[in-house]
């Protein structure tokens, strides 16, 4: 009897690491303008669909509608992503939260504006921005090198 409890005891722990038998989720992709209305009605009933400027109607680069509508949410989500990146730097700064470390190879710690972003963006050396920026050029370009097929899907 004693077996027997032991033997179920570890057929029911080896349960536990077997894969699930469930079946594949399914994602719907609105990639037409008639998809957009119907989620944006269902979404927010009160406003609905808006798109002052036609920008689900366009073809951008000669690509077709489904096209221009999907580079144009992949570059919503990505912007959208920057904006809470930004927001967050912003608020970091403002609390005067920096770096234990120098900020430059010579020793040069990272500039105090006393809780003044604005500041200490003009506070710190041209090198650096351009380092920054050229970083972030490098990022997008990289991005959009990766996936050559974003825009169609």
């Known amino acids: 009897m004693m077996k027997l409890a032991v033997l179920a005891a570890l057929a029911g722990s080896a349960a536990a690491f077997?894969?699930?038998q469930n079946g594949r989720v399914s994602t719907a992709v609105s990639e037409t303008?008639?998809?957009?209305?119907?989620?944006?009605?269902?979404l927010n009933p009160v406003i609905g669909f808006y798109d002052p400027l036609n920008l689900a109607e366009a073809e951008f680069w000669g690509t077709?509608?489904?096209a221009t509508i999907g580079f144009l949410r992949h570059s919503e989500i990505k912007h959208g992503r920057i904006a809470m990146f930004a927001f967050v730097?912003?608020?970091?700064?403002?609390?005067g939260i920096k770096f234990p470390w120098a900020m430059q190879m010579d020793g040069t710690p990272f500039p105090d504006a006393n809780g003044n972003p604005?500041?200490?963006w003009d506070a710190v050396?041209?090198?650096a921005k351009w380092q920054i920026?050229?970083?972030i050029g490098f990022l997008e370009f990289w991005s959009e090198l990766s996936t050559p097929n974003h825009k169609v899907r």
């Open 118 to 120: 604005p500041a200490l």
């Open 33 to 42: 303008k008639a998809d957009l209305e119907v989620l944006a009605k269902k």
């Open 133 to 135: 920026f050229g970083l």
């Open 89 to 95: 730097g912003y608020i970091v700064h403002a609390n």
């Open 18 to 20: 077997a894969p699930a």
């Open 64 to 66: 077709s509608n489904e």
């Open 125 to 127: 050396s041209d090198d």
